[in-house]
């Protein structure tokens, strides 16, 4: 086939591929404005733009009242998992193939969406970008998931430069920042869990979707950028209770029966010991209770 061809069926392939772009946004109008224009300056834009703007108290919702392309949608803030949940409902009122998923805090490089469809052409049901902070690659996605071991981490091992060939890694989990994902993928799967309400969100719906055949495609030649670095050390206590109980409730989901039992109780253990306060230590202890009694949803 004449490279002219090629060229020509993946324009075609392109405008078939009809995709609605989901953001969820609280309370972060100046990143969400960079997001916003990131998506509208897309080689190839999104069809739909959805924001669920969960009840921010700022002036977000004034914003978003003056924009004529973009679909809202407020409601109560019902955490990030909650958020896209209610997006991914809304996009799959419309005629659309791809969903693309993203937070109010990443800008995708102009030609990210145009990347992922090239991967998506080829039969890939779940494409995901490479992130970045500046030039240097964030890859917290794990290759594979530990769901046998109790004594080792649940992200067995995440990629290195020698795991791509040619520019893709195939890995088990992602994140929702960024990843592109055929509506068929949902319709096999199933959504997110909404009541993760943050944290483990997407390790819990990527993992389903590894489990029915839907592995992620992660690529370097479609880059986004994060706009806040990842700080692990300095998460606030409130947030520690979602992580320790969400953690307990994907290995109490996922895991043989060792893993179940005993990694819930390590894992609590070393952050307990690392808790700086005793504020962090009793969102920490409670988080483990509700993931062992299965209580989930906001706080």
């Known amino acids: 086939l004449s490279p002219n061809y090629n060229n020509f069926h993946l324009f075609y392939f392109r405008l078939l591929m009809s995709v609605a772009a989901v953001i969820v946004t609280y309370n972060r109008l100046d990143m969400l404005k960079k997001t916003i224009e990131a ?8 069809q739909y733009i959805i924001v669920i703007n969960n009840g921010s108290t700022d002036s977000t919702p004034q914003w978003l009242a003056q924009q004529t392309d973009i679909i809202t949608i407020h409601q109560e803030n019902v955490g990030a998992s909650g958020g896209f949940v209610r997006g991914i409902e809304q996009a799959l009122l419309y005629d659309i193939q791809k969903i693309w998923i993203m937070d109010d805090d990443v800008l995708p490089e102009q030609h990210c969406l145009e990347q992922l469809l090239a991967l998506s052409e080829k039969g890939n049901k779940i494409v995901a970008p490479q992130r ?8 917290p996605e794990p290759v594979r998931c530990n769901f046998t071991n109790p004594f080792k981490s649940l992200w067995v091992r995440h990629p290195n430069d020698a795991d791509y060939r040619d520019g893709v890694v195939e890995v088990e989990c992602a994140t929702f920042e960024g990843p592109l994902i055929d509506t068929v993928v949902f319709e096999k799967v199933g959504l997110p869990d909404k009541d993760f309400f943050i944290f483990a969100d997407d390790t819990e719906f990527f993992e389903r979707c590894w489990r029915h055949g839907f592995p992620t495609l992660l690529t370097e030649h479609a880059q986004l950028q994060r706009m806040i670095p990842f700080d692990a050390l300095n998460t606030p206590a409130w947030k520690r209770y979602y992580e320790a109980r969400n953690l307990v409730v994907l290995d109490r989901r996922f895991g043989s029966m060792v893993v179940r039992n005993l990694r819930p109780i390590f894992y609590t253990i070393k952050m307990c010991m690392r808790s700086k306060n005793s504020d ?12 062992v009694i299965g209580r989930l949803g906001k706080r």
């Open 280 to 291: 962090e230590l009793k969102a920490i202890l409670l988080g483990y209770y509700h993931g």
């Open 39 to 46: 998506v509208r300056s897309q080689i190839s834009r999104p």
């Open 132 to 139: 970045y902070h500046g030039t240097i690659p964030f890859r």
